[in-house]
């Protein structure tokens, strides 16, 4: 963990931590505002599950007792000028191989207020808060196109490990297929040990701490079945081949909220046209469902994804503190 300067702990009056007795609302307020331009579906969707939370008194006696076990944005810090927020950082915990992750995310500053240092300053009180909770590492994420949050988090010790594109589809059963003969079928446990490596590559252990791969709803096997029966969990799978041979893997997983996850395993140099194929097969096939979702490696496929009438939702930068670099709050 980067050392945090003695500077840090003389914080300004302004600063305090987040009282999710009260301040919700205007949290989520604030962060509407800062992002208004770039918010989707599922950030309305989080700031209405916010505003809901802060009404709901037995959720909030919950809350204010696992702040720091749940992830869950229930821990930050907030700056308050005449009464209002006017600043936010928020904490989630997160626990991976027993040991403690923090994500710092909602780093935001009224616009007006915005050239003041704030930002930072919410930014190293997150990362001393996360270095005295003796977590092992502290992520953030930040949008591609917001380069001067990400020259602001480099200079605070961030180093970019990753970058990710989500990409979004309407399913449409009267939807025309691109007239190739690429054969597609139902996925065999043959093909398992080929998609298995292939998802590996493109979903990598470094980020399963946040999105780990659902092995067990993805795997060929009477077990695995089992526990998609027990847990009501519906996934499909399909393979292009070429020349006989597997070439492409698509599995469709469910969600409770018809905004489902698409999972992509292609070599690294896979076909391009086999994997748009699998894509309009999904979308025609999955025509009651509401939204496709895949999370693909950014600037990766790109143009065999369009191709397949997939839209990019935002390319995020995943940022680590490095060790190596002190941060000076002066």
Request: charged share 20%; net charge positive; hydrophobic share 45%.
């Given at each position: 963990m980067a050392a945090i300067t003695s500077s840090i702990l003389a914080q300004p009056p302004q600063l305090r931590p987040l009282n999710i007795l009260r301040d919700l609302p205007?949290?989520?307020?604030?962060?509407?505002?800062?992002?208004?331009?770039?918010?989707?579906?599922?950030?309305?969707?989080?700031?209405?599950?916010?505003?809901?939370?802060?009404?709901?008194?037995?959720?909030?006696?919950?809350?204010?007792?696992?702040v720091e076990s749940v992830s869950m944005p229930l821990s930050g810090y907030v700056w308050e000028?005449?009464?209002?927020?006017?600043?936010?950082?928020?904490?989630?915990?997160?626990?991976?191989?027993?040991?403690?992750?923090?994500?710092?995310?909602?780093?935001?500053?009224?616009?007006?207020?915005?050239?003041?240092?704030?930002?930072?300053?919410?930014?190293?009180?997150?990362?001393?808060?996360?270095?005295?909770?003796?977590?092992?590492a502290t992520w953030l994420h930040v949008r591609a196109d917001n380069p001067g949050a990400i020259a602001l988090y480099a200079s605070l010790g961030f180093k970019e490990l990753a970058r990710r594109t989500l990409w979004q589809a309407k399913p449409d059963r009267n939807l025309a297929l691109d007239g190739s003969r690429i054969q597609i079928a139902a996925r065999t446990a043959r093909d398992w040990a080929l998609q298995a490596a292939w998802l590996e590559r493109l979903y990598p252990e470094l980020m399963t701490w946040y999105q780990p791969l659902?092995?067990?709803?993805?795997?060929?096997?009477?077990?695995?079945?089992?526990?998609?029966?027990?847990?009501?969990?519906?996934?499909?799978?399909w393979v292009a081949r070429a020349d006989g041979?597997?070439?492409?893997?698509?599995?469709?997983?469910?969600?409770?909220?018809?905004?489902?996850?698409?999972?992509?395993?292609?070599?690294a140099q896979g076909s391009q046209q086999n994997l748009t194929a699998l894509l309009l097969f999904a979308r025609r096939n999955l025509p009651w469902r509401k939204t496709l979702l895949l999370?693909?490696?950014?600037?990766?496929?790109?143009?065999?994804?369009?191709?397949?009438?997939?839209?990019?939702?935002?390319?995020?930068?995943w940022m680590k503190l490095q060790d190596e670099n002190p941060v000076n709050h002066t």
């Amino acid at each position: 963990m980067a050392a945090i300067t003695s500077s840090i702990l003389a914080q300004p009056p302004q600063l305090r931590p987040l009282n999710i007795l009260r301040d919700l609302p205007g949290v989520a307020d604030l962060v509407e505002k800062c992002f208004a331009d770039t918010i989707d579906s599922d950030g309305r969707r989080y700031l209405q599950q916010m505003r809901r939370a802060g009404q709901d008194n037995a959720f909030m006696r919950w809350a204010a007792n696992a702040v720091e076990s749940v992830s869950m944005p229930l821990s930050g810090y907030v700056w308050e000028e005449n009464g209002e927020i006017i600043g936010n950082v928020s904490l989630i915990p997160y626990r991976h191989k027993k040991k403690k992750i923090y994500l710092i995310a909602n780093v935001a500053v009224r616009p007006d207020c915005r050239r003041r240092g704030i930002g930072r300053i919410l930014t190293a009180t997150a990362m001393h808060h996360a270095e005295e909770h003796h977590a092992i590492a502290t992520w953030l994420h930040v949008r591609a196109d917001n380069p001067g949050a990400i020259a602001l988090y480099a200079s605070l010790g961030f180093k970019e490990l990753a970058r990710r594109t989500l990409w979004q589809a309407k399913p449409d059963r009267n939807l025309a297929l691109d007239g190739s003969r690429i054969q597609i079928a139902a996925r065999t446990a043959r093909d398992w040990a080929l998609q298995a490596a292939w998802l590996e590559r493109l979903y990598p252990e470094l980020m399963t701490w946040y999105q780990p791969l659902p092995w067990r709803s993805l795997r060929p096997g009477l077990g695995p079945f089992l526990y998609r029966l027990i847990m009501d969990y519906e996934v499909r799978h399909w393979v292009a081949r070429a020349d006989g041979s597997l070439s492409a893997v698509l599995s469709w997983q469910a969600m409770a909220d018809n905004n489902d996850r698409l999972w992509v395993a292609i070599p690294a140099q896979g076909s391009q046209q086999n994997l748009t194929a699998l894509l309009l097969f999904a979308r025609r096939n999955l025509p009651w469902r509401k939204t496709l979702l895949l999370d693909y490696p950014a600037g990766e496929s790109s143009t065999a994804i369009e191709a397949a009438g997939f839209q990019s939702i935002r390319t995020l930068l995943w940022m680590k503190l490095q060790d190596e670099n002190p941060v000076n709050h002066t």
